[in-house]
């Protein structure tokens, strides 16, 4: 069973599974034509986040965060009259992506452990048969680019590549983008460490450094995807994951931890105190997020420790269930696809892979097609800020897919895009599913709420889609929070996606009716 965003991921990576390939194979197959299909959101010009399953091993992790350019550092912007960093733009695009390198990790890892053999021509064909005969635009990508349009077409190669005769393309109209088939077919030839060493690499490098960017051929060469330990929560209802800083991870685990001390099952599904109570305990992870979580390297905390229960009690219990905490710290947009794979031996991958805003940087590379990200844009140019800008940092992600190996025997992937949406969506459909017993695809379809900012949403209220009975509405206002209502089925909430593995080998999917997505299963 694969889920994604696109439904067209969901059938290549489906594709590959029918043909004898594994999990980690079809989801890199998932990868790329979602990058085809859904470019607005998702590129090979962006970073990744891998969680990876298999029954009767500990789960592994792969970080495919790309770092700061050597250049990059405050003095590098002051030179040019700056003291933020740009959003847009070739000096937004100043990290390495790591998505491919990701790729290329994970199919090492696929090989050494699962026998993995099919070639990348096979994995990338369904992405290049779109890319070269083009794909129906969604109505989520004519809205972003009509959205952005005036942002970002003055930035190099996006004119060219995202808008017809200068206009915003049409939903149902075919988009092509023969420069990024080229960029596949040659990665499938030459392998995809020629993205970092090879002569994509030394073209990647000429084009941003045509366009300004402070990335250069060095920071390419010097990077690779890494193994990881995930993090671990010991829940009720079992063991879950999620990836290490520098992502969000554990801010996921933190709310589920907290949750899990709160007495859930007493409270109604999808009431106001439900709500309130995930509500409440995000800000109590999110206060720890804004305190401490950067780049691994330069954390004053291990992220494990805040998942142990002398850390997890004291934030369940400063927790007033008849008031809200004053709020609006949010951390910024994010844009973002996650997809799940389970193969027929239960072999499951949680994955999510941006290029953070809406088209990222907004610039298209003249030679490769690529659009690059602009995730170093979340950068601090104030020194001894907790996400300074350095030269070779990592930046602080949103992205973290989710993984749950329960006492039962079921093996659950899970997560959405959204920024600070990501762990509240995570949290919802976890213990909507599990806890409330809801079926995985009326966990997903169910009202959702947001605190804070997400894609295409910069204010911190708590948002509501307009679902929710106004008697949980009012009643949440009476608690204190400040409340926005947004429409039924609303894009902001993010693309959730599910995939439940059951001990006799059934599978259970669910796609976010939000996205353009669906289940493929056979």
């Known amino acids: 069973m694969a889920v994604a965003p696109h439904f067209l991921a969901s059938r290549a990576a489906i594709d590959v599974l029918k043909e004898g390939g594994d999990a980690i194979e079809a989801m890199v197959a998932a990868a790329a034509t979602i990058a085809m299909v859904y470019p607005h ?4 010009g962006g970073d990744a986040f891998w969680l990876i399953h298999e029954p009767g091993q500990e789960p592994v992790a792969i970080d495919a965060c790309g770092g700061a350019a050597a250049r990059a550092n405050p003095w590098f912007y002051a030179g040019r009259g700056l003291d933020t960093i740009p959003v847009r733009g070739p000096l937004a695009a ?8 990701g790729w290329e990790c994970a199919l090492a890892l696929s090989k050494r452990r699962w026998n993995g053999r099919m070639p990348l021509s096979r994995l990338f064909a369904e992405a290049i048969r779109y890319a070269e005969q083009g794909v129906p635009v969604t109505g989520s990508q004519m809205r972003s680019t009509r959205t952005k349009q005036a942002e970002l077409e003055s930035q190099p190669g996006f004119r060219e590549h995202f808008l017809v005769d200068g206009e915003t393309p049409q939903e149902g109209s075919l988009f092509f983008q023969t420069k990024m088939a080229a960029t596949l077919r040659h990665l499938a030839r030459a392998g995809l460490d020629d993205f970092y ?21 060095a920071d390419l060469n010097g990077y690779r995807a890494e193994l990881t330990k995930p993090l671990a929560l010991e829940h009720s209802l079992g063991k879950l994951y999620n990836l290490p800083p520098p992502t969000q991870g554990v801010v996921s685990l933190m709310i589920l931890g907290i949750l899990d001390r709160m007495g859930l099952n007493q409270m109604e599904a999808d009431s106001a105190d439900y709500v309130h109570c995930v509500v409440e305990a995000t800000k109590q992870a999110f206060m720890v997020r804004d305190a401490y979580i950067t780049d691994p390297r330069d954390m004053r905390i291990d992220a494990q420790d805040c998942l142990k229960p002398e850390f997890l009690n004291p934030l369940a219990k400063a927790i007033n269930l008849d008031q809200a905490l004053p709020w609006g710290n ?3 947009p994010g844009d973002t696809v996650w997809m799940g794979v389970v193969d027929g031996q239960g072999r499951a991958v949680s994955f999510i892979q941006s290029i953070y805003h809406e088209f990222g940087s907004g610039v298209v590379l003249e030679q490769s097609g690529l659009n690059w990200q602009n995730r170093g844009c979340s950068f601090s140019l104030q020194e001894g800020a907790l996400n300074e800008l350095k030269p070779g940092r990592k930046p602080f992600h949103t992205l973290n897919p989710a993984l749950a190996r329960l006492h039962d025997g079921r093996v659950m992937v899970y997560g959405t895009m959204g920024g600070d949406g990501q762990p509240q969506t995570q949290a919802a459909v976890f213990t909507r599913a599990m806890v409330y017993g809801q079926g995985l695809q009326q966990a997903v379809n169910a009202p959702r709420w947001l605190l804070g900012r997400t894609w295409g949403r910069a204010s911190d209220s708590l948002k509501l889609e307009a679902r929710f009975t106004g008697e949980v509405v009012e009643s949440l206002r009476r608690r204190g929070h400040q409340i926005e209502i947004l429409q039924d089925f609303d894009e902001a909430m993010g693309h959730a996606g599910a995939i439940v593995w059951h001990p006799d080998g059934a599978l259970e999917g669910a796609s976010d009716p939000r996205s353009d997505g669906g289940v493929a299963s056979f």
Do not use: W, Y
């Open 94 to 101: 100043n990290t390495v992506a790591g998505t491919v390198s």
């Open 41 to 44: 959101m998702t590129g090979l």
């Open 330 to 332: 949010g951390r910024g």
């Open 197 to 217: 060493r090879g002569e994509l690499a030394q073209t990647i490098a000429a084009d941003l450094a045509a366009c300004g960017s402070p990335l250069a051929l």
